[in-house]
């Protein structure tokens, strides 16, 4: 399983790499929080809809003991997807780094 970094993922966004971060989580707790410019993956008529088999992928949940991002980590793979990477540290992660949270219960 490849991993990135909060320091990574916010780098990424600082040069404007392009890829897809997506949120594991149910679309409930995803419009409640989510880092900005996710996009929330929860079923799988979602995956190829939203995902080109060439995009860069990164997954998240809220941290590193939830395990929907590893689930869908997984997911992706078995449906062919290579470049993904899993952000373990999710939200608590982000935000415990200063960085932008938004959704209906973001500060």
């Known amino acids: 399983m490849n991993h990135i970094s909060c320091e990574e993922l916010k780098r990424k966004f600082d ?8 949120n ?9 929080l989510h880092i ?5 993956i929860c079923r799988d008529e979602d995956i190829q809809k939203c ?3 060439d ?3 990164i997954v998240y949940c809220t941290d590193e003991a939830c395990n ?3 689930l869908l980590y997984q997911q992706l793979e078995a ?8 952000f373990a540290g999710g939200l608590r992660a982000w ?7 938004v959704g209906e219960m973001a500060a």
């Open 79 to 86: 449906f062919g997807y290579e470049k993904i990477f899993r």
């Open 55 to 57: 995009d860069v992928i």
């Open 95 to 101: 935000e415990s780094a200063g960085y932008e949270l």
């Open 68 to 70: 929907r991002s590893i």
């Open 36 to 40: 900005p410019g996710s996009i929330n």
């Open 51 to 53: 995902l080109g088999l």
């Open 24 to 32: 594991a989580l149910d679309e409930e707790r995803f419009r409640a």
């Open 15 to 22: 040069l404007k790499d392009r890829f897809k971060l997506v």
